[in-house]
């Protein structure tokens, strides 16, 4: 009976819009799904970090530099800011990353993709961060205080990234034959996986269901992919791109955009660890992980310390 008490404020919560805090009752399975989805969001956030690092040292002038060097300070502290609210569930950051290095927490199947040339830096800014906005900005609106909160800082930063990608690409389609084509084949490459990362269609999503009945995610998959389809292909037709999509064209009736079949073969086997460089990336983090082992081990002892003094 006390237990159902309980559920029962707690639904009326949700029905009030009102955010869940974490000293408020919740379900197990509540807990549970916020605890996959902000990790999942949170080792997306630093994973996401390698392939841009990589262009740090070979960014074409100063500015880019800067520019590329304030974007990934910004990833990691996304990440930071994810981690936190996650480790309000009960979660220690210690076990998130466990659970990352174990296979056990996934994150976006986008960073598995290798950043060939510098037109992909521009196409993860204008793709990649793009369809990530249009995912985040709803989750400021998330039934989880502390998840809600931080997403209203993390969407300020990444439409700064979002602009920086795409005018990246807009530079290189006014540049040389050589530059265009180098920003086109970037499109091709990063326009399927941006779209994959909504996820599933809604009728093969396992995680939607109660997502949506909680208020944890105020969208769909599709209907969030469809949002960034309509928004992202006028972008792409004003600076001369070409979406790498025979199939898409607008339906007057509808005012959207039919796409073509995503394939979700490709997106499962990145996911099951088998994309271009799922490797790559969780070997780098386990080596940056292990390495800076001593730096939290002085923080620790250092926080210690101070409390100590505190105390006294």
Same mark, same amino acid.
């Given at each position: 009976?006390?237990?159902?008490?309980?559920?029962?404020?707690?639904?009326?919560?949700?029905?009030?819009?009102?955010?869940?805090?974490?000293? &408020?009752?919740?379900?197990? &399975?509540?807990?549970?799904?916020?605890?996959?989805?902000?990790?999942?969001?949170?080792?997306?956030?630093?994973?996401?970090?390698?392939?841009?690092?990589?262009?740090?040292?070979?960014?074409?002038?100063?500015?880019?530099?800067?520019?590329?060097?304030?974007?990934?300070?910004?990833?990691?502290?996304?990440?930071?800011?994810?981690?936190?609210?996650?480790?309000?569930?009960?979660?220690?950051?210690?076990?998130?990353?466990?659970?990352?290095?174990?296979?056990?927490?996934?994150?976006?199947?986008?960073?598995?993709?290798?950043?060939?040339?510098?037109? &992909?830096?521009?196409?993860?800014?204008?793709?990649?961060?793009?369809?990530?906005?249009?995912?985040?900005?709803?989750?400021? !609106?998330?039934?989880?205080?502390?998840?809600?909160?931080?997403?209203?800082?993390? @969407?300020?930063?990444?439409?700064?990234?979002?602009?920086?990608?795409?005018?990246?690409?807009?530079?290189?389609?006014?540049?040389?034959?050589?530059?265009?084509?180098?920003?086109?084949?970037?499109?091709?490459?990063?326009?399927?996986?941006?779209?994959?990362?909504?996820?599933?269609?809604?009728?093969?999503?396992?995680?939607?269901?109660?997502?949506?009945?909680?208020?944890?995610?105020?969208?769909?998959? &599709?209907?969030?992919?469809?949002?960034?389809?309509?928004?992202?292909?006028?972008?792409?037709?004003?600076?001369?791109?070409?979406?790498?999509?025979?199939?898409?064209?607008?339906?007057?009736?509808?005012?959207?955009?039919?796409?073509?079949?995503?394939?979700?073969?490709?997106?499962?086997?990145?996911?099951?660890?088998?994309?271009? @460089?799922?490797?790559? !990336?969780?070997?780098?983090?386990?080596?940056?992980?292990?390495?800076?082992?001593?730096?939290?081990?002085?923080?620790?002892?250092?926080?210690?310390?101070?409390?100590?003094?505190?105390?006294?």
């Amino acid at each position: 009976m006390e237990n159902e008490t309980k559920l029962k404020h707690f639904e009326s919560l949700i029905d009030a819009d009102s955010n869940i805090e974490p000293r &408020d009752w919740m379900p197990e &399975d509540y807990r549970k799904h916020l605890v996959r989805q902000i990790s999942q969001h949170a080792h997306s956030e630093v994973i996401g970090m390698q392939p841009e690092g990589n262009w740090i040292s070979r960014a074409p002038s100063l500015r880019a530099k800067k520019i590329l060097l304030a974007k990934i300070q910004d990833e990691g502290g996304h990440g930071l800011y994810l981690y936190s609210a996650a480790e309000t569930l009960g979660i220690s950051r210690d076990e998130l990353i466990q659970q990352l290095h174990s296979g056990k927490a996934k994150y976006s199947s986008i960073f598995n993709y290798p950043a060939l040339t510098w037109a &992909d830096i521009g196409a993860i800014g204008w793709l990649v961060d793009g369809a990530a906005i249009v995912n985040q900005v709803s989750l400021q !609106r998330t039934s989880y205080g502390p998840y809600a909160r931080a997403m209203v800082r993390i @969407c300020k930063e990444e439409s700064f990234h979002q602009r920086q990608g795409y005018e990246i690409m807009a530079h290189m389609m006014q540049g040389t034959p050589e530059q265009q084509e180098m920003a086109q084949d970037a499109m091709n490459r990063w326009w399927w996986p941006s779209l994959m990362m909504f996820g599933p269609h809604d009728t093969n999503s396992p995680h939607s269901g109660n997502a949506i009945k909680w208020k944890i995610k105020r969208a769909s998959n &599709d209907v969030l992919r469809q949002k960034f389809i309509d928004k992202t292909v006028q972008q792409a037709e004003i600076i001369g791109l070409t979406v790498p999509d025979k199939d898409l064209k607008w339906n007057e009736e509808t005012k959207h955009y039919e796409h073509g079949e995503i394939n979700w073969e490709e997106f499962q086997s990145v996911i099951n660890g088998n994309g271009p @460089c799922n490797k790559q !990336r969780m070997d780098n983090h386990l080596k940056a992980h292990h390495e800076g082992e001593w730096v939290r081990k002085a923080a620790t002892a250092y926080a210690l310390k101070q409390n100590q003094s505190v105390k006294q």
